[in-house]
């Protein structure tokens, strides 16, 4: 069983900053592609960044050179630094990752995590 569980999320006020973080667990053989994805209330999800394990990055043209996500690849776990966020990026945050499991180390899956509320104050 993998599970992705994220953390930090929270209210901040317009130029604010706000770090993301996101943990995979469980029985994990091996983590590609991770990311961060975004909602926003009666919209539909959009990609904000994603991150090889590699560390190739690529982010959405509204969040570059606000946004910054990092992996540690040690530690399962991707972030995602926000600053000079704005009301727009008010949303529910959710994490991806491309994991091959320890009993199917030949095939992966995509696995989100449950999501976090960043909400942005004008």
């Known amino acids: 069983q993998v599970q992705l569980v994220e953390s930090g999320g929270g209210l901040v006020q317009a130029g604010g900053s706000l770090r993301l973080s996101c943990a995979a667990s469980?029985?994990?053989?091996?983590?590609?592609?991770m990311g961060w994805y975004r909602q926003a209330s009666g919209k539909q999800r959009e990609l904000v960044a994603t991150?090889?394990?590699?560390?190739?990055?690529n982010y959405a043209e509204s969040v570059k050179g606000r946004f910054t996500i990092s992996r540690d690849n040690a530690k399962n776990t991707v972030y995602l630094q926000m600053n000079s966020l704005k009301p727009e990026d008010t949303a529910v945050y959710h994490c991806?990752?491309?994991?091959?499991?320890?009993?199917?180390?030949?095939?992966?899956?995509?696995?989100w995590g449950q999501g976090t509320q960043v909400t942005v104050s004008s």
């Open positions: 991806n990752a491309d994991i091959s499991a320890r009993d199917s180390p030949w095939r992966s899956r995509g696995y």
């Open positions: 469980g029985s994990i053989h091996h983590i590609n592609n």
């Open positions: 991150i090889t394990s590699g560390g190739i990055t």
